[in-house]
């Protein structure tokens, strides 16, 4: 540790001292347990987190959603066995047995399964408890929660406020003020410190201090005011927090009932979510933010570790806070040291301010919970640029905030999940393709030139970013160019080779003169014209014979044998379409997976020698010598021995292809193995390849006798 960093720590570890206290006390009250709890799950989470943190800027504790989550197993749990468990032992039950999921899902190593609910998923999620949790503290804040169940759903509780807005009672004037004067305090700081950048960093620190000023203010205000009133049995005419326990009143270890445990099991899952996706996805944007990279494992681990140890002081469940993370992060945190700082400030409060705490107005906590619940509260211009940028997952958004704030929590965070998984199943089942042209591209007056190839306009139904008044030439006649979007797998596999048939029926014409087949041979669901009548319009007369077809790999990371079956199958279906066999070009194979599988479906090798010397063989500048051809097909060339002449008359094929950095190395080797010639490294040799098939094609190559299932042995 090197103590420059110590100002740093202690500055940021203080200022969220102070916004943790105040914090963690209504944030218990959110999940339905005294304040102290809060307090006890805010000492352990900053303190044990930071011996195990991978990142410096992510405070632990208490959190809204957290609360909620557990203010629902509670109740959850008393409805089906009244009084059979105190709600701090549930409470604490819960986190121990979620922060060992989470624990063990960190050990095995399997943290990246989060990385399957999109941020759209859960910003919608964190938006929907947001309104739900400043909809149930809104009557609080009048002084009507007693009227009527503010558990229930959030448009429930916000009619039922509505309805009974002439019943507020004298807390409205404490939480009314204490709410504007928290919004006034974070717009004034934030206004004047874009406008006065001098005092920029005070105004922060002014801003951040808002939730103690304001919480000092009220309690004096609360204890002036309700002091004086005390009635005969005790009551007082505002709400206030009453006797908070001094120091550490529930320690020891968590009893372990199995009933327990079987009334919540049902409520571990969603528990679990919250608790690991809410951290990972703080820790994650304020890693970018500042230039570092978290384990996800690794904070997994941290977050098991911190609950389970938490049980054993009675701590709820706690999980990353947002708010409080933003503050220490612009605080000037430098190490996760400054954790025990925080840790260290409430257990001052714990020990020296709980007599205070008495007169803590419950309407003030309540504004608390809901200027700190706003800023989970996605703003318009995030969810706009989630409609530019992907409209489906604006729609997960909207149905995540809707079905959080109509029906639960729960029913919202799986709402989040299947729609992220749908949305990613969908695209990978229903990929787009794109059928290729070439373009010739020029830089201003300069007379080189090179080749691209873009989407034909117009092929397949797909659109295109390309210029729409650019001319894309077609490939040769007979030769199709398409490239998948996706990896070409079960789920897609019928679609893409679908799209390949359809296309290619679309522009070529069969090669079988249908006029002459008798109408007994046709199948039952080919109507067919009748003998004797033309079969071809002069439209589709016009058209070429296919004869080859490029497949750009670029976008494909995996095959299946489901994916190679079916290319095996549009093989068979486009060679009778043409009467005659068809090469299939691959390029951009950088998997060795995806070659061993097209290998296996007989893909990329030439069965003929007049086929394999229309190949030109591609060769590269290689490091050191190599065999003349080893057992991969590669071909090695030790230049230094041979001569100009000598080349030529013996590699001709070599030398038409050399590359034209070959004279920076003494030896030289093809790019791709000669067993394989159909698989090209770059799409535009793969055409050219393709190309010179279709024009050597003319002489009618003999059929070629090919199996139609991946089982076969193609070696041969």
Excluded at 362 to 391: K, Q, T
Aim: glycine share 8%; aromatic share 10%.
């Amino acid at each position: 540790y090197n103590f420059g960093w110590l100002s740093g720590d202690l500055i940021a570890g203080l200022t969220v001292g102070m916004i943790l206290i105040p914090q963690s006390m209504s944030y218990a009250k959110i999940a339905t347990l005294p304040p102290e709890y809060g307090l006890y799950s805010s000492f352990v989470g900053v303190f044990i987190y930071c011996f195990f943190a991978t990142t410096k800027d992510v405070s632990i504790g208490p959190v809204a959603v957290m609360s909620l989550e557990v203010a629902h197993v509670i109740k959850h749990v008393n409805d089906k066995h009244p009084g059979q468990w105190p709600a701090p032992q549930i409470a604490t039950t819960l986190g121990l047995f979620c922060g060992f999921i989470v624990l063990g899902i960190g050990l095995l190593r399997i943290g990246w399964l989060v990385e399957f609910i999109s941020a759209p998923a859960v910003a919608g999620f964190m938006t929907g408890s947001a309104i739900t949790i400043a909809s149930q503290q809104v009557p609080g804040l009048l002084g009507v929660a007693s009227r009527f169940d503010t558990r229930a759903a959030a448009y429930k509780v916000i009619i039922n406020t509505l309805k009974n807005l002439p019943h507020c009672t004298k807390d409205a004037a404490f939480g009314l003020v204490g709410l504007a004067a928290l919004l006034f305090i974070s717009w004034a700081t934030k206004f004047y410190g874009r406008k006065y950048p001098r005092v920029q960093r005070a105004l922060f620190f002014a801003g951040t201090a808002r939730y103690a000023f304001v919480i000092i203010i009220l309690t004096l205000a609360s204890y002036l005011y309700a002091h004086p009133r005390k009635d005969k049995k005790g009551n007082y005419p505002i709400s206030i927090l009453k006797t908070v326990p001094r120091g550490f009143k529930h320690t020891g270890a968590p009893p372990i009932d199995r009933e327990l445990l079987s009334a919540m099991a049902s409520d571990f899952p969603v528990a679990t979510i919250i608790m690991l996706l809410e951290h990972i996805a703080i820790g994650k944007s304020f890693g970018r933010l500042n230039g570092y990279k978290i384990d996800p494992n690794q904070e997994l681990v941290a977050i098991g570790v911190t609950n389970g140890i938490g049980s054993l002081f009675s701590a709820y469940a706690a999980t990353g806070s947002f708010s409080r993370t933003a503050v220490k992060s612009k605080s000037g945190v430098r190490t996760p040291l400054a954790g025990v700082v925080t840790g260290a400030t409430v257990v001052l409060a714990l020990y020296a301010l709980t007599g205070a705490f008495f007169w803590i107005p419950n309407a003030g906590l309540s504004a608390i919970i809901i200027a700190a619940v706003s800023d989970l509260v996605a703003p318009p211009r995030v969810v706009y640029n989630f409609w530019r940028i992907s409209p489906l997952e604006c729609i997960i958004w909207w149905a995540a905030v809707l079905v959080t704030v109509f029906s639960s929590i729960e029913n919202g965070i799986y709402t989040s999940i299947c729609a992220s998984a749908a949305l990613l199943i969908i695209r990978i089942a229903r990929p787009k393709g794109h059928f290729l042209g070439r373009v010739v591209l020029r830089q201003g007056e300069e007379k080189d030139y090179r080749e691209v190839f873009v989407p034909i306009p117009g092929a397949n139904g797909n659109n295109s970013n390309v210029n729409p008044h650019i001319k894309v030439d077609p490939p040769a006649p007979g030769v199709v160019i398409y490239r998948p979007e996706e990896s070409v797998l079960y789920p897609n596999s019928s679609l893409v080779t679908d799209a390949l048939v359809d296309y290619v029926k679309k522009v070529t014409k069969t090669g079988r003169d249908l006029s002459n087949i008798s109408l007994a041979d046709r199948p039952w669901n080919d109507p067919g014209p009748r003998s004797g009548k033309l079969v071809l319009s002069p439209e589709d007369a016009a058209k070429p014979i296919l004869r080859s077809v490029v497949l750009d790999f670029t976008a494909v990371s995996s095959v299946d044998t489901t994916s190679v079956q079916a290319l095996i199958d549009v093989r068979g279906e486009l060679e009778r379409y043409a009467s005659h066999p068809i090469t299939f070009h691959f390029c951009h194979i950088l998997n060795p997976w995806i070659r061993r599988g097209l290998v296996a479906g007989g893909f990329g090798i030439a069965f003929d020698e007049k086929a394999r010397a229309r190949i030109p063989v591609e060769i590269a500048p290689v490091v050191g010598p190599g065999d003349n051809d080893n057992a991969d097909g590669f071909l090695y060339r030790d230049t230094r021995e041979e001569t100009k002449a000598d080349e030529e008359s013996r590699h001709p094929e070599i030398q038409q292809s050399r590359s034209a950095a070959s004279s920076a190395t003494d030896f030289e080797g093809t790019i791709v193995s000669l067993h394989t010639p159909y698989f090209h490294y770059d799409l535009s040799s793969a055409v050219k390849a393709a190309e010179r098939d279709a024009l050597a094609a003319g002489n009618s190559p003999s059929p070629l006798k090919r199996s139609t299932s991946i089982d076969k042995d193609f070696s041969d």
